[in-house]
């Protein structure tokens, strides 16, 4: 009974493919979430989705592939970001505010300046929707989710001390700057073909929401890697059914979902207490 | 008190007013930057017959691109239109700029097609302390009233949500009465009896111009009626991207089955759909219809799901260098294709 209802929305591929492209961008993100929560960047996805809408102006300017424009400037816009903070010694925050709005302001400018004939609703390119995951968006998350999955494993222990210790680690030779920026790469390339295949909110959310909760049960780092992902594709799933037993859309229900789980997590939270005795410094 | 302890108060109070003054100060900015980044967009697709005697044309502005052709069809070098809504652009989401509100406040007349589809034109025309009359083009016409098209039995309470969000939106009964030839013949009737109302002078030009669309446009009309009987009546079926072609539907003996999104930028939800699909397999219909503007991803999402095809109509805005007419032959065209 249970198992047939369950079953139900699966019997069609586009909801099949919109729950694993859910449920995979919720470990994803969870995983490179884990650095955005406590390195505090939380709207690098929301500026990096927007720098990706200033690429898609390009694009469509210069007549190339859409993708490979939002992805070149969201790339352009990671290294931004590090090298700012890094040689100007600005916080990473500031710098995610200088170019987040800089760039987009020069794509509203650009496509006013360029667009003279029929337009298209360029935004809609940048913004996805869930529900029209295509299989060649899930092979690109999939492709793209092992590759970062698989490169953050390998350098685990190296990315930690670099973020989290960065004089130190310095001064073991590793060469911190350049993993720094590895991380901006990666986190830029998941965010777009995240942004494009579901929606920038869901994004946003499973980038910070799902290791935040991590974050209320353990202070261990990999701990909260794992229980992040966990949370990321537990919201997905539940999210995804419940948008479609209760009929409304989909990626809002995740987030709803996730934000739920977070303040379940905060009320309940053993941990709570010390956590607040954290924050009080 | 002492003065130690107002002192810190004092500060404060100033921090607080200089918070407030730098938050209002940030909001005039964003608010300045927004009107800026939209005050030199696409040219309005404006009359090409820009005449020497330019100021003795009657200023003509019209809030969709789609008007422009029927106004210079029937104005012809005695009138200059500009449309509010650039080509291509969402006239249900538009945000209008300084350089509308001045294009209206410099207007002899101003036509749009009204029943809430332009929700934002109201305020602007108050604001632009425009003396111009306002001529609603689908007043008073019978519409259809925007029911689900989706006749499932299954309705759940929260279906009744969006629709009603989407009826309030439009107010009463669909707007897009335009793409109905019989309807678009009455809007030019309207265009002309007002043009005449403000350039008395060019009464006879304005009626000859319009009695010669309007033989134009039946003439369209019985084509396109014959094109639309090559299609096998059982495959008379229209699926579109939005709630525009109600009209269309009718005149031309359509089935409308159903929408993908009930108004532009509403996120429809996985059930609606999967029922789509569903009617979209039992009624066997052949194509879905999406409109240049929008991304066509979830339109193709569905087709590749059922296996049709996916093709273009036109509703706001007539392709690059087409009037009405040849709006509606593509449209016309494109079903055809579609469904034969």
Request: hydrophobic content about 50%; some cysteine.
């Amino acid at each position: 009974m249970l198992v047939e209802l369950l079953l139900e929305p699966l019997r069609y591929g586009f909801l099949l493919r919109g729950l694993a492209a859910a449920v995979l961008i919720g470990v994803i993100c969870a995983v490179i979430g884990t650095y955005v929560v406590l390195k505090g960047f939380a709207f690098i996805g929301d500026a990096l989705a927007h720098i990706a809408f200033t690429g898609i102006v390009v694009a469509f300017l210069a007549g190339f592939v859409f993708y490979l424009g939002a992805l070149m400037a969201a790339v352009a816009a990671g290294l931004g970001i590090g090298l700012i903070q890094r040689r100007v010694g600005l916080r990473t925050d500031t710098a995610i505010g200088i170019l987040f709005s800089g760039i987009f302001a020069l794509g509203i400018v650009l496509m006013s300046v360029g667009i003279k004939t029929y337009t298209v609703d360029l935004f809609s390119y940048v913004f996805g929707d869930i529900l029209s995951v295509r299989p060649s968006d899930l092979l690109v998350i999939l492709g793209l989710g092992g590759l970062v999955l698989v490169l953050i494993g390998l350098l685990y222990k190296e990315l930690l001390f670099v973020n989290f210790d960065p004089v130190a680690a310095e001064a073991t030779g590793l060469p911190a700057g350049a993993l720094q920026l590895f991380l901006l790469t990666l986190l830029s390339i998941t965010v777009v073909a995240s942004v494009q295949a579901v929606g920038v909110v869901l994004v946003v959310a499973m980038l910070v929401t799902p290791s935040a909760t991590a974050y209320l049960l353990t202070d261990r780092f990999h701990r909260m890697t794992l229980l992040g992902a966990g949370f990321g594709a537990l919201s997905a799933v539940i999210g995804f059914y419940l948008s479609y037993f209760l009929n409304v859309p989909s990626g809002g229900t995740i987030v709803l979902v996730a934000s739920a789980l977070f303040a379940l997590v905060a009320v309940l939270s053993p941990r709570r207490g010390q956590l607040r005795l954290l924050v009080r410094g | 008190m002492p003065k130690g302890v107002q002192r810190p108060m004092a500060r404060e109070s100033w921090m607080a007013e200089r918070l407030r003054c730098s938050y209002l100060l940030a909001l005039v900015v964003a608010v300045l930057l927004a009107a800026c980044s939209r005050t030199a967009p696409p040219p309005r697709e404006a009359s090409p017959a820009t005449t020497p005697a330019a100021g003795n044309q009657v200023r003509v502005v019209v809030s969709l691109p789609v008007f422009i052709s029927l106004v210079e069809a029937v104005g012809g070098d005695r009138v200059r239109v500009s449309s509010l809504v650039p080509a291509g652009t969402d006239p249900h989401t538009y945000q209008p700029t300084p350089r509308d509100a001045q294009a209206l406040a410099e207007a002899d007349v101003v036509f749009v097609n009204g029943l809430g589809l332009e929700g934002w034109l109201g305020d602007l025309i108050t604001a632009a302390g425009s003396g111009a009359p306002v001529v609603e083009l689908a007043e008073g016409l019978q519409t259809i009233p925007e029911e689900p098209h989706q006749g499932t039995p299954e309705t759940t309470p929260g279906q009744s949500t969006p629709q009603g969000e989407h009826t309030h939106e439009h107010g009463a009964g669909n707007p897009h009465l335009w793409l109905d030839p019989d309807y678009a013949i009455e809007y030019v009737r309207r265009i002309a009896q007002s043009l005449e109302e403000v350039d008395s002078g060019g009464a006879s030009t304005y009626q000859t111009n319009a009695e010669r669309y309007i033989a134009e446009i039946q003439a369209f009309d019985a084509w396109a009626k014959g094109q639309v009987q090559r299609i096998p009546p059982a495959r008379r079926k229209l699926v579109t991207f939005h709630d525009a072609f109600p009209y269309f539907a009718e005149h031309y003996g359509l089935e409308l089955v159903g929408v993908i999104v009930l108004s532009p930028g509403r996120e429809p939800s996985p059930q609606e759909l999967a029922q789509l699909v569903d009617l979209i397999r039992q009624q066997g219909v052949p194509a879905i219809f999406t409109e240049p503007q929008f991304n066509p991803k979830l339109a193709e999402t569905l087709a590749r799901e059922t296996g049709v095809k996916v093709l273009e109509l036109y509703s706001d805005t007539p392709p690059t260098g087409e009037d009405y007419i040849g709006m509606m032959r593509r449209n016309v065209e494109h079903v055809v294709e579609g469904l034969e």
